[in-house]
Structure formats: C-alpha cells, structure tokens
C-alpha cells in the first residue's frame, strides 16, 4: 500500500522526499535526534540559529509551561559561527535531508558575514532568515516589522547566499503578515516559513512577576495551531500563490492531522517544533501519517493537497 | 559498537507501573517495570541520571480527591514531560524495576495520582550525568532537602549493593516532619536524635534528620547540621566527599561549606526544562570557566544534572 505515492516536494528548486522539516531551536544543531529516529527520513532539517559569536542566552527560567503550550525565551544561545563549522558542518555533510541554517544577528552585516561565510558549503541547501525572534534586545524581531527593514535585509542576504535557497522566517506579531511577506519575496526570498512564536507573558500570582527572567517569551505548541493556520493560508492566497513562493508551515504541529491541514492551507513543506522536545521521533510518525493520509484519500502525489482548500 | 553501548544508549521506552504508594501528605512513590530494549537501558542508569515521563494521557483524580490547594492548577493541561530522578533501579534477569518519589505539587503529579498497576507510560531515558564518586573515599555525605532525596536514596543503594566498603552518612532535612518524603514512622523515633530513615536503614546507611520548626530530629537547617557533624569528624578533607540534592538556596549553603573546608562536593541542580535531551537549551546552569572571570551556561539535561560543585555559580 503506498508505494504509488508521491510525498516528494519541490522547494524553491529542492528535491524533498517529503515535506517534513524539524525547525530552529527544536532539533538541535545536527544529529541531536538521532538517538531516537532516522533523521534522514526527514524532507528537510533547520539548524538552531547561528550568530557570528557565541552567544550565552538569556538567565533561566528560560521556558514556561501554559495550557496547550508553552513559552521559551533562550536567547538565541548557540555555539557561533566557527564552531559551528567546526564541530556541527561535518556531521551535516552527511545528511540527506535538505539542510538549512538559521542565521541571526543584530545587525545586518552580521547576518551577511554569516550567511557569505557559510554559501559555498557544499552540506547546506540555504538559509533562513531569522528576522523574527521576540527574546532578543537587538535584531532578531526588530528587523522584521517593518516592511523596507524587511526588504533592506532579504537582499544583503540574498546576495551573500549566492546559489543557496533564501527561506525568509516570518512573526505573526505584526500588524498585516502578508505585507510583511511581500516584502521580502520582492526582495528576493526563495521561500517563506510561518509562523514564529507569538510575544506572551505567564506571571507568577504569587509573587507578581513574570515567571520567565526574560520577562516574555514566544508562544509555541498546539495553543497557536489554528492562528498559525489562518495566517498560512492568508500568506498563500494573498503573496505565495501568484509569485509560486513555496511556504513552509507550521505552528503547534502535533499529528499527521495537524501537518495536513497545513498543507491544504497552502505550505509546501510542514515544520515541526515544539512536539520535538516531546516526542523527539514524532517527524518519522507524521511522514508515515501523512503518507496514510494519501493512501486512504486517493491522492497520489502531495503536491495536489498544497492550497486546496474549499472555500 | 559494543554490546555494552547499544544497551545504555537513551531512547524512548514503555514503563509498567508495578504501584503507586502514598508515603505521606502529598508524597507518592511510584514503582516502574522495564522490559526488553528498556531494561537494558534502564539497567545502566546512574544515580542522579533522570528520565522524562509522559503524563499527558494520565486522567486527572475526581474532584473530590483532588487537594484544595492544587483545585484551581489541577485543570490545566500537560504537554511537556516531567523529569524524575529515581531513588532505586534494579536490574534483575530481563526486568529492570526502578522506583521514583513524587511531591503532588501542580497538573502533572496530580495526575499520577491516578496511576495503577499494569499502566503504561512513555519515558524517555536514562538522560544527563549521574553522581561520580572518585577512588579512595572513605566517607559520603549525602545532603537531601525537601523532595532531594531519590538520587541519594539511589546513589546509597548502588554503593552498598556494589560493596564501596565507603561509609555512607545521610543527612535529611525539610521545613517540617510532615513533609520529609520518607516511609519510615517518624512518630516512633521522632524522638531520638540519629534516628533511621527506613530508605536509608535498608542499605545500612545511618540518617540523620533535621527540620526547620524541630517537629523531627535536630531543630535547624540540614545545613547547621551537616557544619556539627564536620566539627566534630576527625577525617581529613580528601577522606570525605558530600553529594547534594535540594533546594537551590540550601545547594549553595553546601557548595560554601565543602569549598570552605576543600571538600570534593557533587550537586544535582534542577531547572526548567522542555526536552531533556539538549535540544530546547531551556536549562542553563551558570558554571565558572577556569581560569577566567567569565561564565557560561552549560546545560543541566547534558552536563547535568550533576555538577562538580566548584563549577556552580549561585
């Protein structure tokens, strides 16, 4: 059963065996997950942020449980750029699925000296862009509200990206998303991945303070799912569709059921985060559930599910 | 690979819970089953090595039985996992039991109220670095306040079980009788000063019991304590070695005392975490660089939860 399937995607120009990615800051820097699944069965892989230099992080608590969710607030803390190419790039090199680098900064010349410094590395099929981190004092959200910040940082790092895939990561904290990505298509991203987390505050009644030491953090897990669906299908039928610009969805994704949905909402490829820190092999069991999908639906190849949503 | 590497590898398993004990006022110990692939990576674990437990799917207790003070929390739903440590794990023939202490304290442990024999659970493990005693002790502290005792309780168990010869003191504290999270009957002993912990009397560690209001044993913080006993031991520094767990304020109270006196210290810290498995880098520890005035963040689900106490900054 199956085997007359197609779940390969085409992603900005990228050949996936399916439309599933494990997304920045939920699955490691490489091969964190592979003592719990084969993480070549995944379409797609997407490095915890890099920034030029190592950065510690924000002081603990940096996560929050709530109802259906939770909230993180890390700070972008990753081992910067050289150890990255040093200790993480080789394990990468023998990776199947497409690997993309989550690039950060908090100016946009450092998101051009990484981006440039990693283009001709043959283990890394693009990057994404992270103009959307709310726990961050500088960068990171500040340079994704504005529509011209947008499209001024899209095209220095689209130039610095060369022939790799440029994937813009959009926040759903702003006032119009589709402005938003429309910027940044024009100026030349490849793809698009929606949504980031969503700015939120959990406060300790008892002593009234926030309970993150960062005072916010961003919202992930099934709480968002249904927002982060709207705004996907909102992007795809007012930017992505038209242009042919590829979207990768996600939001809370925890089932095969919650990928689909994506799907039909318009995204090509489907992001995983939160469920990771959870069920750390739950990609292989949505790849398998999206296949069964298929099969019990008579769809032969994926790619006709992308926006087919009835209205 | 060697057979020895593919049988502790982590992953995630099933566990059976074999009982599901109330030991006291909102104190349970919980037992699990491991079979298959599980006992064999369960039978490696280390004390002061946690698992991540999958509560989600545990029903809540009717409303009746659910204590007033948790009736507004109990409600909320669980996503993330609950890390343990285990205060036992034993592995015999193809089974491996351990047993886990839990405080019914918010959502998630007033579900595993619930919790019977013959349930399943999802639990991911063994996870972090345990406690390492270094060759040629001839006496271990182990500092326990509050719900920090299992990996002590487990670290006494495996040191006796693997005949160390290593003289084993326990030191227990907590604000109140009622809430030392022990089996053995205070009201008979609650009397005597050294009195036994039935936990730690079963591995013939002596335990010595202080808490803050004096309702059992010495009247004080485990801490004043844990000072007397040292000025009264005629032991050098090097003969001894203190493992902690507890409240972070007493962790600090001990990490002063054993660095005072040059004493090999080892504390199990506790923090927030999503994952477990270093993926959401959620639980930073502040650690000393040496040789530097920097500090950095090492993980307590990787580098820990066991940390080398000089490298604690609190």
New interface residues.
């Given amino acids: 059963m199956g085997d007359n399937i197609d779940i390969s995607v085409d992603f900005a120009g990228l050949k996936l065996v399916n439309p599933v990615f494990t997304v920045s ?4 820097y490489a091969d ?2 592979s ?2 699944m084969d993480v070549n069965c995944l379409g797609g892989f997407i490095t ?1 942020s890099i920034t030029l230099a190592p950065r ?2 924000n ?7 709530t ?4 909230l ?1 607030a ?1 700070g972008l ?1 990753n081992v910067g750029l050289e150890k990255f190419i040093e200790e993480k790039l080789p394990v990468l090199e023998n990776f199947s699925p497409a690997v993309f680098v989550n690039v950060a900064g908090q100016t946009i010349e450092e998101y051009v000296a990484v981006t440039e410094r990693l283009s001709s590395e043959r283990a890394i099929a693009g990057f994404e862009l992270n103009i959307s981190c709310p726990n961050v004092k500088k960068g990171g959200i500040s340079f994704g509200r504005d529509p011209e910040q947008v499209a001024g940082i899209t095209s220095a790092v689209k130039k610095a990206a060369g022939e790799k895939v440029l994937m813009v990561k959009l926040s759903p904290a702003v006032t119009d998303i589709s402005v938003i990505a429309a910027a940044a298509v024009e100026a030349g991203a490849d793809a698009l991945s929606l949504v980031n987390t969503f700015t939120a505050m959990v406060i300790d009644i008892e002593t009234r303070k926030p309970v993150l030491a960062n005072r916010t953090g961003g919202l992930s ?2 709480a968002i799912k249904p927002i982060a669906v709207y705004l996907v299908n909102k992007v795809y039928n007012e930017v992505a569709k038209k242009r042919d610009i590829p979207l990768l969805g996600g939001g809370g994704i925890r089932t095969a059921l919650d990928a689909i949905e994506f799907i039909i909402a318009g995204a090509s490829g489907v992001g995983i985060g ?1 469920t ?6 739950c990609a292989a069991k949505i790849i398998d559930g999206i296949r069964d999908y298929c099969v019990r639906n008579d769809i032969t190849n994926i790619k006709e599910l992308t926006g087919s949503l009835l209205e | 690979m060697s057979e020895e590497c593919l049988s502790s590898a982590r992953g995630t398993f099933e566990a059976v819970v074999s009982f599901n004990r109330r030991i006291g006022p909102g104190f349970c110990r919980l037992g699990l089953e491991f079979s298959g692939e599980g006992a064999k990576a369960f039978a490696h674990f280390e004390p002061g090595q946690f698992a991540q437990l999958d509560i989600s799917n545990t029903a809540l207790p009717s409303p009746e039985a659910v204590p007033d003070h948790l009736r507004d929390a109990a409600g909320r739903n669980v996503l993330l996992r609950r890390p343990f440590s285990f205060a036992q794990m034993t592995a015999e023939g193809r089974k491996t039991t351990g047993e886990l202490l839990y405080g019914v304290v918010g959502p998630a442990t007033v579900r595993m109220t619930t919790l019977s024999a013959g349930d399943k659970l999802s639990i991911i493990g063994p996870l972090g670095r345990g406690f390492r005693i270094p060759e040629g002790k001839k006496t271990l502290l182990l500092v326990g306040g509050g719900m920090g005792t299992p990996p002590l309780q487990h670290l006494a168990q495996a040191l006796t079980s693997q005949g160390s010869g290593i003289e084993i003191i326990a030191f227990a504290g907590a604000r109140t009788a009622e809430a030392l999270p022990y089996e053995g009957r205070l009201d008979d002993i609650s009397q005597q000063l050294g009195f036994s912990l039935a936990e730690f009397a079963k591995c013939g560690v002596e335990s010595l019991v202080a808490t803050d209001d004096g309702t059992a044993g010495h009247r004080g913080l485990v801490t004043d304590h844990l000072l007397q006993w040292l000025e009264q031991s005629k032991l050098t520094p090097d003969e001894m070695m203190m493992c902690a767990c507890g409240p972070e304020a007493m962790l600090a109270r001990v990490s002063r005392i054993a660095a005072e006196r040059n004493i090999d210290c080892q504390l199990s810290m506790e923090r927030r975490m999503a994952c477990g498995i270093g993926l959401c880098q959620s639980c930073a520890v502040e650690c000393r660089v040496p040789g530097s005035s920097e500090t950095i963040y090492k993980m307590c689900c990787e580098h820990g939860p066991v940390f080398d106490a000089k490298e604690v900054v609190f």
């Avoid at chain 1, 800051?25 to 490691?28: A, E, I, L, V």
């Avoid at chain 1, 002081?59 to 449980?65: F, K, S």
């Avoid at chain 1, 990771?276 to 092999?281: A, R, S, V, Y």
């Fill in positions: 800051g939920t699955c490691g964190e997950l003592d719990f915890k510690k992080g002081a603990t608590p940096r996560i929050v449980e109802d259906s969710g939770m993180n890390i803390a897990g099934p939160t990771n820190f959870i069920e750390p092999d």
